[in-house]
């Protein structure tokens, strides 16, 4: 796809419905085909991603049908899966892979995954070496660590284990494939990743302990279909956080985002840096906090961000990063160097594409430093297939003097089909 333009605006206004939570969305739909009964998934998130997710658990004979952003799946329990006739394709889900390792662990039958070329380079060690040590048989490339993968399941036991990295799906694929472990299965992290699937895992009725950094499960837990409300995902909000921070006019407003304390980083990083942002009709449904956002226009400053506060933004950093350009004096981003291991390299690709941009960024080897400016030049951006930069290019564009011509910008239907629609509607 040749680049799409993206012209300055001096101001922004209106209302946004952002799509469903992705890492919601995907837990919904794999907890729905474990279930025995209907689940009902209300305000599905329909990008490529989560739409990876439904392919691989049609292949295991799960059935589900969807109408707008409804999804009802119908459970039989994991004794109904069947062994897959071809080999089933995550796309460009590091979620949908990781997840579906651990929830497979435990079948009887052999199945193999791939996904995209981003895909197959993105390392799964972290979550088969756990898998493996349950009873697991894996075998890939590169010593079980890259797709594709063939993984036969077996007699699975539960173990402790403590990761040297907080990750959710890491966290999440070792205590799905727990669920079918003997014993109990422990995952203890250095410090706590966001927790959608402890929270749903009790909706759905698994008893799930959780202290601290410290989640256990038993095996043998039977999961019932439920109603799910899928909240709107803040990490797509946080992209409207930024530009109704950074225009020079204009107020926006963001109905039912999810504000789940272990996802509300950006949050604390922007109204840290200065942000004008408010939390209204806080509540929760289906055991996840929601609330409406609303943003207007504010001198930002720059901050240092790292520690704690990295597992609970770390898909928000591009954007993040964009803000720091733009902001007063300077920011440095550091803890982070899993963001060298997503859909791109997003330190070196932020970097790069920022500098392009007339931006001053240093990379670091587990972060950014950021001086910010005034104002950005314009130019040319390259998503290089990462949905989070295609978006992140394009607020750019929008607060930029000359304005940014994106290239594959359809990388942005992963978790926002709709994004450059909505762009058109508040940019004014």
């Known amino acids: 796809m040749r680049g799409v333009f993206i012209k300055p605006v001096s101001s922004v206004a209106g209302e946004i419905a952002v799509p469903g939570d992705k890492s919601i969305s995907h837990r919904a739909a794999l907890l729905g085909g474990m279930a025995h009964g209907e689940t009902h998934v209300s305000n599905f998130l329909l990008g490529q991603d989560c739409l990876s997710t439904l392919h691989c658990l049609k292949q295991l004979g799960v059935s589900s049908e969807r109408q707008g952003t409804e999804v009802w799946i119908r459970g039989e329990g994991m004794e109904a899966w069947t062994e897959p006739t071809e080999v089933l394709d995550a796309g460009n889900s590091g979620t949908t892979s990781r997840l579906m390792l651990g929830v497979l662990a435990g079948s009887p039958f052999a199945v193999t995954l791939t996904g995209d070329a981003s895909l197959r380079t993105r390392p799964m060690r972290r979550v088969t070496d756990p898998l493996k040590r349950m009873g697991a048989q894996i075998i890939g490339r590169q010593g079980d660590n890259l797709f594709p993968l063939t993984m036969k399941g077996g007699q699975l036991h539960g173990q402790t284990f403590r990761t040297a990295v907080a990750s959710a799906q890491v966290k999440s694929a070792i205590i799905l494939a727990g669920l079918r472990a003997s014993g109990e299965t422990c995952v203890e992290e250095p410090v706590s ?25 038993h095996g043998g837990a039977r999961l019932t279909g439920q109603e799910v409300s899928v909240p709107g995902d803040i990490s797509s909000a946080a992209f409207f956080l930024v530009l109704g921070s950074l225009a020079g006019r204009g107020e926006l407003t963001l109905p039912n985002v999810g504000v789940n304390p272990t996802r509300t980083g950006i949050l604390d990083a922007l109204r840290a840096m200065g942000a004008d942002i408010e939390l209204i009709d806080v509540t929760e449904i289906c055991g996840e906090l929601r609330a409406t956002l609303r943003v207007r226009p504010a001198r930002l400053k720059g901050i240092e961000i790292g520690g704690d506060m990295i597992p ?6 591009p954007i993040l990063a964009l803000a720091a350009s733009l902001a007063e004096g300077e920011t440095v981003i550091r803890d982070a160097a899993e963001l060298r291991v997503k859909e791109s ?8 594409g920022l500098n392009a941009l007339g931006a001053k960024v240093e990379e670091l080897p587990d972060g950014l430093r950021i001086q910010g400016q005034p104002s950005l030049r314009g130019g040319q951006a390259n998503s290089f297939g990462d949905h989070r930069l295609a978006m992140t290019w394009a607020i750019a564009g929008l607060l930029s003097q000359q304005g940014i011509s994106v290239e594959d910008m359809a990388a942005a239907d992963v978790s926002y089909p709709e994004f450059l629609a909505v762009l058109k509607k508040v940019a004014l």
């Open 193 to 217: 990743s966001r927790d959608h699937t402890e929270r749903m895992l009790r909706g759905f009725g698994v008893e799930v302990l959780s202290e601290k950094t410290v989640v256990r499960v």
């Open 345 to 352: 390299d997003r330190i070196h690709t932020v970097a790069e």
């Open 312 to 317: 609970r933004l770390i898909d928000e950093i």
